[in-house]
């Protein structure tokens, strides 16, 4: 199998992934135009990334089978194209979490603290404990989650180490999962913005959350309080962040910016970062070692799984509901030739065929295949399955 790696990645992994026979092409630098050559030139089967955008062109460039992000959020990657040509996209859920949720206090931490300002200061010999001794401490602070998924989970326990109740809103978060996690659930990002001292966004980036916290949210925040985010800058209408800095005194701490360069080293300055009382860092995340060695060993895994069985582990880009409408059930013997004759049959009536499975019984003797169809199968259609010599029987089930 012949994979190329288009971004930085932990040597183990690429060790790992020699080790498992594969023809690994290692192009870290290659971004744009560069990585449409690379494709093109290298003919992978499998595509590594961790930033690096995957658009359209990259993905017909070359025979690619799978795209692996070997991160969490997959927005870099142009997934509707990737359906459109049948290549799996598949993502390493979870494991990075801690990493990020290390982050995400760290500046909550420094926010407080002001540690950024204190740090620059005493380096340019000014002393001024006068200052930096007014902080208000987080014990007993509310920190309100928006997104409780990998990483909105990972900040629960954290938060709670640290004594600060936790209130959340998540789309699937359920009130039994709320008193488990010893949390409270909220019904709208607004409400977390309302009765939260410090805020803290965890969601994906999609059509559905891009923009998703507004002028709206950032006025429903309390005056001076903090503003978390390590998840998408396009997750936020930063102008209207940035206004909330300047009018109510809030707080920022920014691992992510809309637009930000995909590489390691750019030029690169939004207007808010100069903010005082925004902190911003360079999407460091999931940059830590043990982050980035749990990520390199389950983009391995995705890759040996596919190599073995033609499955891909975590597959993001599978339609989650076809137009089928039944599904036909054919008990038959094992020999060949069923399969085939029943497919004539179905394709001679016209029907589209979703999804198919066949399974045997211990021995080989007999099996089973299940069928989902798009349309109604007419008696003929069924009576035609059934005449095979290998056919025991045949049901139809609506879907
Ligand atoms: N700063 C970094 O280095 C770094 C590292 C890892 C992940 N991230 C970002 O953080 C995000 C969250 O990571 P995670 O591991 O917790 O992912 P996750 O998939 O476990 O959680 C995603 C959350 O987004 C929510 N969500 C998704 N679509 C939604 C929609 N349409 N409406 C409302 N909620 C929606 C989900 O319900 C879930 O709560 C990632 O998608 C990625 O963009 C950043
Ligand atoms: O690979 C990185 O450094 C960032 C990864 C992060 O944004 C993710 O979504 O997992």
Redesign the pocket.
Known sequence: MRVLVADSFDSSGLDALAKAGCTVTYRPQAKDQALVNEVAAAAPDVLIVRSTKVPEAVLAAGPLKLVVRA???Y?TIDVAAASRLGIYVSNC??K??I??AE?AFALIAALDRRIADNVADLRAGVWNKGEYGKARGLFGRTLGLI???????AMVPRAQAFGMPVVAW???LTDERAAALGITRLGSPTEVAEQADVVSV????????RG?LGADFFAAMRDGAFFVN???GEVIDQPALAAAVRDKGLRAGL??FADEPSGGQAEFHPAIVDLPGVYGTH?????TDQAQQAIADEAVRIVRVFAETGTVPNVVNLARHTPATCTVVIRHLDRPGVLAATLDAISLAGLNVQEMENVVFEGGEAAVARINVEGSPQAAVVEAIRVHDNVLDVQVIGL
């Not at 997104?147 to 989970?153: K, R, T």
């Not at 999407?283 to 940059?287: D, N, Q």
């Open positions: 991160g969490a959020g927005n859920p979870g990075n979490s990493a990020v982050l997104g409780l998924g990998g990483i909105g989970s998540s789309r699937s965890h969601l994906a980036l999609n059509g559905e959350t998703l390590t998840s998408r691992d992510v999407h460091i995340g999931a940059s």
